[in-house]
């Protein structure tokens, strides 16, 4: 009874129509439609199917005329998608963990009573919601702009940069030992700071991947800022956990909002060479922080780790 309320609710009207009547209204072919269905994460459904709503036509049309109108390059209609895709059913997943778990604490198991708050929590916060997120992503756009447009038309997909691996030390054993809900307050801290930390000092965070963030800085000082920074975690922070760092600077491959290469790979590996509350960087950024005043560069012994036979490496620490 509340998934029918709110999913009414959200979707604007009733599920109406099949595959085949809904890309027929658009003008497109059924399997064209199956694939951005697909694409955007949903799971998959017959041809007659009645799941389709007045708002799943209009998407598909509205994404249609920029397919048609060449806005979109065709070899990229599928990865667009994708991507958008990903990133709603992540923040989708978390927002409605948080509303069932208010819903839940608010009005036990009494069926009428959560309908009712599902109803009225869909009623006033979707709108609002649905705003802090429009303005968040043309911010985002914003700064994106500024960052990439003054880049050539080659340097769009590639671009030299550091790129580094924060991971906490210990994590399994922490799983294995600690709470559920410890945990999930653990990984909220983690991820809540870790962010602050890479955006105060000019980087951004790639992803989050449970236990370890990736990011990247467009100058060896940024990424040198933020390895450090994380490395006192578990000294000034008593509340986070201890971390490890790796960082590389090298050229990557940029792609829905990715990065891959090989500095990508090596500081991943000096990450797991790392020990608690220690940042190691690789030659070239090592060489692009040489004479820095502010930093202190100890080189190691080189290591054998998977891909790399002789993995050269420098210690990072703040200046005394």
């Given at each position: 009874?509340?998934a029918e ?8 009207g009733p599920?109406?129509?099949?595959r085949?009547?809904?890309a027929a209204m658009?003008g497109?072919?059924?399997e ?7 694409a955007?994460g949903f799971?998959?459904v ?11 036509v ?12 060449e806005?979109?390059r065709?070899?990229e209609?599928?990865p667009?998608?994708?991507a ?17 778990t208010?819903i839940?604490?608010?009005?036990g198991?009494d069926?009428v ?8 929590m869909?009623?006033e916060?979707?709108?609002?919601v649905e705003q ?10 914003v700064?994106a702009?500024?960052?990439?447009m003054?880049s050539?038309?080659g340097q769009l997909s590639t671009?030299t940069?550091?790129v580094g691996?924060a991971?906490?030390v210990g ?5 294995r ?5 410890e ?8 991820e809540?700071?870790?962010?602050e930390?890479?955006v105060?000092n000019?980087?951004?965070v ?5 236990d370890?963030?990736?990011?990247v800085?467009d100058?060896?000082q940024?990424a040198?800022e933020?390895?450090v920074r994380?490395?006192?975690?578990g000294?000034d922070?008593r509340?986070l ?7 590389a ?13 090989p500095?990508v ?11 608690p509350?220690?940042?190691l960087?690789?030659r ?5 922080l040489n ?15 998977r ?7 420098w210690?990072l620490?703040?200046?005394?």
């Open positions: 009874m509340i309320q709110v999913e009414e609710a959200l979707l604007g599920r109406r129509y099949n085949r009547e809904t658009v497109v072919a059924p064209w439609s199956r694939q951005i269905w697909l955007l799971a998959d017959g041809d007659e199917a009645r799941v389709f709503t007045e708002q799943d209009a998407a598909l049309r509205a994404f249609q005329g920029l397919v048609e109108a806005k979109i065709p070899d209609e599928l667009h998608v994708r958008i895709g990903q990133a709603m059913s992540r923040l989708a997943d978390w927002q409605v963990r948080e509303i069932m208010r839940g604490e608010a009005a198991e069926e009573a959560r309908a009712a708050l599902a109803t009225d869909t009623s916060l979707l709108p609002v802090l997120q429009t303005y968040s992503w043309r911010r985002h756009l700064a702009l500024a960052r990439i003054p050539t038309a671009a940069v550091s691996f991971d906490i994590y399994t054993s922490t799983v030992h600690t709470d559920i809900n945990l999930a307050r653990l990984l909220e801290s983690f809540e700071n870790a962010a930390t890479v105060s000019h980087g951004r790639v992803k989050s991947l449970g370890e963030v990736l990011f800085a100058t060896a940024d040198a933020i390895g994380f490395s006192e975690w000294r922070h509340d956990p201890q971390l490890r760092v790796g960082m600077l090298g050229k990557v491959l940029t792609r829905l909002g990715d990065v891959y290469g500095a790979n090596v500081a991943s590996r000096l990450t797991s060479l790392a020990r509350g220690t940042v960087v690789d070239d950024l090592a060489e692009a004479g820095q005043r502010a930093y202190r560069l100890q080189a190691r012994r080189p290591a054998t780790v891909g790399y036979h002789h993995l050269r490496s210690s620490r703040p200046a005394p």
